[in-house]
């Protein structure tokens, strides 16, 4: 007909949590309700169908280079942000969508699929709640993440992921501690990739549980040789979510002759967000073997004092966003003194980290962190520099 199609990609989002937090009923019934207003916000020559799970899709017919205000995904949008009302609750969801185009039909059905696909990636990448319309240069970024892919699956095939260490202040004493294992990538033609990029696309590749045990037995075999240290180890969400896990690194330590009682499984609050019963199994699997959990990023999100009280963590760290403020926020000394308080009161230490000056440093100390970490102290070096520096007289 001369006019231009147009395919919308649905995901909900929050229809997970909905699922475990009252049941697949609710969800169907949530389904159901999507739907009429799904219907409701269609045009009238536009087709909609239930792909599976909570995704759908809708094809929209337009007039050429037609310009709808709002558009049928501002529309949908705004449809459900209104609350649902399902067997007496009250429940807020809302939908990322993926749009592309066949101007005068000539972009056959299965790339027009496969467009609005990524461009439903990209929408929930970029933070949920938005519509987003594929553009060329998704293809150009998703052949750069391919290859981005295959480069770090070849590097971990052959143990190419490094390991620096940030060591970890005693606020009292000025004594190292400890010391954090962050890993680092280095690709052959020398460019570093960083850890916010590599370790997502480990997560979406399904390789995370390979990079995280590689960076844990390279990080225990050089502690080892640290007997008065601890180690932390920064652990992904997905991890937990492994069966063996807990036989896994309780495998390394032993493989390393490493006490792992010195171990500090460092965990975010995303854990107890998205899978809360399984994370606790996970935890008090690792507590059983000696290894100590600690809860990383502490207010940078949604976590709270329950979740220190009701997990049982060795210690806190406090995010280094909430030291930040310190230089330019003036209540932002309240907050951290507050934040330290509870938790000391439930008996568990704090840690502060990003620390960069000395002015941050005197006040962290007095809101009652008893360990510091950031650049003021060390920047992260090597196994030999740690070994040189910290342990030259052991």
Request: proline share 4%; with cysteine; charged share 25%.
């Amino acid at each position: 007909s001369g006019k231009q199609v147009k395919l919308h990609f649905i995901d909900l989002d929050g229809f997970k949590a909905v699922n475990d937090a009252w049941g697949h009923a609710v969800g169907d019934a949530l389904i159901v309700a999507v739907a009429h207003r799904l219907r409701d916000a269609l045009p009238n020559d536009a087709f909609a169908a239930r792909l599976g799970g909570d995704e759908f899709a809708v094809v929209t017919v337009d007039e050429p280079d037609a310009e709808l205000v709002p558009s049928f995904g501002g529309r949908l949008q705004d449809a459900l942000a209104s609350l649902f009302e399902i067997d007496g609750r009250s429940i807020e969801i809302g939908c990322s969508i993926g749009v592309a185009v066949s101007e005068h039909g000539v972009v056959q059905t299965s790339e027009l699929m496969r467009r609005a696909d990524i461009a439903l990636y990209r929408a929930k990448d970029l933070g949920r709640g938005i519509t987003i319309d594929f553009d060329d240069s998704f293809d150009v970024d998703a052949l750069q993440q391919a290859e981005l892919e295959n480069e770090l699956r070849a590097t971990l095939l052959t143990g190419g992921i490094s390991v620096m260490f940030q060591p970890l202040i005693d606020a009292r004493s000025g004594a190292v501690t400890g010391v954090e294992a962050l890993a680092r990538w280095r690709k052959e033609d020398g460019v570093a990739i960083p850890p916010d990029i590599f370790i997502p696309l480990a997560e979406r590749a399904g390789m995370i549980d390979l990079l995280g045990m590689q960076v844990l037995r390279t990080s225990l075999n050089a502690a080892a040789a640290w007997p008065s240290l601890s180690l932390g180890v920064n652990i992904s969400p997905l991890q937990l979510k492994n069966p063996r896990f807990v036989e896994q690194v309780e495998e390394a330590t032993k493989a390393a002759d490493f006490d792992p009682r010195r171990l500090i499984v460092e965990v975010t609050e995303s854990v107890l967000i998205s899978n809360p019963e399984q994370a606790r199994r996970a935890i008090d699997g690792l507590k059983k073997i000696g290894v100590k959990v600690a809860l990383d990023d502490f207010g940078s999100g949604y976590a709270s004092i329950g979740s220190l009280r009701r997990f049982g963590f060795d210690r806190m760290k406090v995010d280094r966003s909430l030291v930040a403020a310190l230089e330019v926020d003036q209540n932002a000394g309240a907050v951290l003194q507050a934040t330290v308080a509870l938790a000391n009161a439930l008996q568990i230490p704090v840690t502060a980290e990003g620390i960069e000056t000395e002015r941050q440093a005197t006040v962290v100390r007095l809101s009652g962190c008893d360990e510091l970490q950031g650049y003021l102290f060390s920047r992260p070096v090597s196994a030999d520099e740690v070994t040189a520096l910290y342990c030259g007289a052991e």
